[in-house]
């Protein structure tokens, strides 16, 4: 099923969710390229990227990553985004409660309509922004959510967030 190439060698489709200026192409460009534009100001265009990465029971995992370019916008393509993805991040901003309430719209749509095994986190990215925050722990873990707070502007838990998402994809039997 979706990608899976062999067992010790996975392929995975990574989809991100979550409104306009949450960070998604930034959380992208800082895991794929080790960067952090902080003059851009939407989505700067990249669309498809992928990047590999080797877990501690030398299992690889490549993930292809669909990044929107302001799709996000109209809920009516998400299906097409979305569909046969292995992964889903559902990114908001911890300073901003209105993304948190979109994040828990996504969840629930993908709980619908996603693929039955899809394996979700909830990330709550601009954690170098320490205003009041929304905190999604709670949250993630009623849904059976890997929850994690990220900055893509200091590289903060951007790597982790890949590593422990990649650990927890389902694995055909070797
Ligand atoms: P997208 O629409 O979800 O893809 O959001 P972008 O990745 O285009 O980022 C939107 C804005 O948030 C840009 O101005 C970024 O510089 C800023 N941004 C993204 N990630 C962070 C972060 O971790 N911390 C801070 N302070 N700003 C961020
Ligand atoms: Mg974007």
Redesign the pocket.
């Known amino acids: 099923s979706g990608g899976v190439v062999d067992a010790k060698n996975l392929r995975v489709k990574l989809v991100?969710l979550?409104?306009?200026?949450?960070?998604?192409?930034?959380?992208?460009?800082?895991f794929v390229r080790g960067q952090?534009?902080?003059?851009?100001?939407?989505?700067?265009g990249a669309s498809f990227l992928s990047q590999t990465i080797a877990l501690q029971d030398s299992t690889t995992v490549k993930f292809e990553i669909w990044?929107?370019a302001?799709q996000?916008r109209y809920a009516a393509l998400a299906p097409l985004y979305y569909r046969g993805a292995a992964i889903a991040f559902i990114?908001y901003?911890i300073t901003s409660p209105e993304t948190f309430n979109k994040a828990q719209y996504w969840v629930k749509e993908l709980q619908k309509h996603g693929s039955p095994d899809i394996v979700m986190a909830l990330v709550g990215?601009?954690?170098?922004?320490h205003e009041k925050r929304e905190d999604g722990i709670e949250y993630a873990e009623k849904n059976g959510m890997f929850f994690i707070e990220?900055?893509?502007?200091?590289a903060?838990n951007i790597n982790q967030l890949f590593e422990e998402i990649a650990k927890r994809l389902p694995r055909p039997p070797s």
Do not use: M
Not at 18 to 30: F, M, N, P, Y
Not at 36 to 44: A, E, L, R
């Open positions: 991100l979550g409104d306009s200026g949450v960070g998604k192409s930034c959380i992208v460009l800082r952090f534009d902080p003059t851009s100001k939407v989505t700067i990044d929107t302001g996000e990114v901003d990215n601009k954690a170098d922004l990220t900055s893509a502007k200091t903060d």
